[in-house]
């Protein structure tokens, strides 16, 4: 975990990509990976790539490069995802439904273990593999399964009162989609996925971009998302 | 239009927040709004809020604070969201589905005006309300309804190809949701929202919270999602 190391939060948004890379490179039969080659998939500088490794406490060599299973490993390690963290949805609406549905977690050792929702008319559908629960079960489900993550995918005028729901219950981490920010407390981390905020970069990239022919600007991608 | 206005991308991300309180108070009969009551229900520092909207082309006045009318009309057209932009997606999977069904796009100016997958299964079915369409017909598409803007929700070993294909049939903006970094040519947008950076944040905030007990540190919750 990262208790011995500070890695900055860019640098940590960064991992999951090397990861990616890394594990798609094993899967081809490679053993050892340059940074150069990790900064060209990712559109990095080779610099940056070094620095973000050796962050989490592994150093190349020259010539050979990264050995892809200890990098695996030491990143993996890093984000706490060598052990799958059981996690659960509030809300079975279309966000709720597609992020119990997405089959993407896994890789990052996120499992969803159980979906909630407060319309009985909702309640014992399936999304996915799982079946819709009433939210009135939820504390109950907690202390049972001592889940520690859940994942906010409520309305925007429900979304204060199911975070201060979910901290009684005893949840340490919030990760919310609902468009809203939230205040929880101290001792609750909170992580929040804003699409709106995504588009409004995408919006005024393309603004800049056509409307500003003049400047000539080069726009990077954003990596960080 | 950003052309005159060189906004901040920290600031652009925070614009749609600012956005939806001032709507939510407009409809509730006020009329004015303090730079302290924005910073208050989004957890920022006021100082922090003047200058992000001045940067919009609006100050407050003493005492009366923000004509409400006036801040959203400047911060939608900063955005560029006073015309709605249309968009279509590819890929009719988990994500890409869930895109289309989700209701709060319009909020902000995005119109979904198609969905789009290879998989002939899927072809004629519908997502919330539009028929998800043949990828082979897009080009025709593209140039008949002349949309910029295209949504990529494809799986990530088919994201490459997908970005490729768009850019030739012109599109010039790219939402990307796939797993994977895309290179585009330097004269089209691309923003990437990445689900795993956000949980890879979430993840080690809470190792950092939980193993460090000793070190005490506040940490915030991540406003720019």
Redesign the interface.
């Known amino acids: 975990?990262?208790?011995e190391l500070n890695?900055p939060?860019p640098s940590?948004?960064?991992?999951?990509?090397y990861l990616?890379i890394l594990r798609q490179a094993k899967e081809n039969g490679e053993k050892n990976i340059s940074a150069t080659k990790l900064a060209l998939?990712?559109?990095l500088k080779p610099i940056q790539v070094r620095k973000d490794l050796a962050s989490t406490g592994i150093e190349g060599r020259p010539k050979v490069g990264f050995v892809i299973d200890e990098l695996i490993m030491s990143i993996t390690h890093?984000?706490?995802?060598d052990n799958a963290?059981d996690a659960l949805i509030i809300g079975a609406g279309?966000?709720g439904?597609?992020?119990a549905?997405?089959?993407?977690?896994s890789?990052?050792?996120?499992r969803i273990v159980a979906i909630f929702d407060k319309d009985p008319g909702k309640i014992g559908r399936s999304v996915g593999n799982l079946e819709i629960l009433p939210v009135d079960t939820i504390y109950q489900y907690i202390k049972s399964h001592r889940v520690?993550?859940a994942v906010i995918a409520v309305p925007?005028n429900q979304a204060q009162a199911t975070a201060d729901m979910l901290v009684k219950c005893g949840i340490?981490?919030i990760?919310n989609f609902a468009?809203?920010?939230?205040?929880?407390p101290?001792?609750v981390?909170?992580?929040?996925?804003?699409?709106?905020?995504?588009?409004?970069?995408?919006?005024?990239?393309?603004?800049?971009?056509?409307?500003?022919e003049t400047e000539g600007e080069?726009?990077e991608?954003?990596?960080?998302?």
């Not at 890093?78 to 995802?81: A, D, M, P, Q, T």
């Not at 890789?107 to 996120?110: D, F, H, V």
């Not at 468009?179 to 929880?184: A, E, G, Q, T």
């Open positions: 975990m990262a208790d890695i939060i940590v948004k960064r991992l999951p990509s990616r998939e990712l559109g890093v984000l706490g995802w963290t279309n966000m439904s597609a992020l549905a997405y089959d993407g977690f890789a990052y050792g996120l520690t993550i925007a340490r981490g990760w468009p809203k920010n939230l205040r929880v101290e001792d981390v909170l992580q929040r996925t804003d699409l709106a905020a995504s588009f409004a970069v995408l919006s005024v990239k393309l603004g800049r971009k056509y409307c500003e080069v726009i991608s954003d990596i960080n998302g």
